[in-house]
């Protein structure tokens, strides 16, 4: 059974204007969200991650939103650019554990 | 400060041989865990070491293994291979009590 998923495999975004990744889960234990991007021949890059006490972390072009009650969050991207093609995987933590529960990821394609 | 290295970074090997791969973590970073990331399955956790104890496993079977050593480098081991454990391995590195995780660039398993 799948505890993280992100539903959509891949998105299509022009320069410029807003990415919108997501991400749902259905562990109620996890209570520490990451965001890791991921360039083909490379490790995951950590971008921003987000507690349970919280509903929003923002840094710089990258915002996480969290909802509880839909046990949901999203990586808002904005402005988008080409260099943030990239698959992008949503992880999750559990209450006293630091193993990753990761998403399959979602693969974002910035146009110009 | 350097990151998370891992060793050998492509590896070819026929099925029923074993594999070594080797991980050294950030200087500091206490704990290792690995992945194995294959097509369409996201990262899969295998399990994580901290001071040179196994903490948490995944869902894999016995022929992976793995250890840590006392200056917190990590092999992990695959005997019997199969054809199915072809993948990109990843090393992840994190201080002790935090759920931020630091990749290395994985390395590439092909099973013949």
């Known amino acids: 059974d799948q505890q993280v998923k992100q539903n959509s495999p891949s998105l299509s975004v022009q320069e410029g204007r807003i990415s919108i990744l997501n991400c749902d889960y259905t562990?109620?234990?996890?209570?520490?969200f990451l965001w890791y991007k991921k360039y083909p021949a490379e490790g995951p890059t950590f971008l921003i991650s987000i507690s349970s006490i919280k509903d929003k972390n923002e840094d710089g072009r990258f915002t996480v939103f969290l909802n509880k009650s839909a046990k949901h969050l999203s990586l808002h991207i904005v402005p988008s650019q080409p260099g943030d093609s990239a698959v992008y995987f949503c992880?999750?933590?559990?209450?006293?554990?630091?193993?990753?529960?990761f998403g399959k990821g979602t693969m974002l394609l910035v146009s110009p | 400060k350097a990151g998370v290295t891992q060793t050998p970074r492509y590896l070819i090997k026929t099925r029923g041989q074993q594999v070594t791969l080797s991980c050294s973590p950030i200087s500091g970073h206490r704990s290792v865990s690995w992945y194995q990331q294959t097509p369409g399955q996201g990262l899969q956790f295998l399990f994580e070491y901290f001071s040179e104890t196994q903490r948490n496993k995944g869902n894999f079977p016995g022929r992976f293994s793995g250890r840590q050593f006392s200056n917190s480098r990590s092999e992990m081991n695959v005997s019997t291979l199969e054809l199915g454990d072809s993948a990109l391995y990843l090393c992840?590195?994190?201080?002790?009590?935090?759920?931020?995780?630091?990749f290395g660039p994985g390395t590439r398993l092909t099973v013949l």
């Open positions: 992880a999750a933590s559990a209450i006293g554990y630091s193993t990753l529960t």
């Open positions: 992840a590195s994190s201080l002790d009590g935090t759920n931020e995780q630091f």
């Open positions: 562990n109620s234990m996890f209570d520490y």
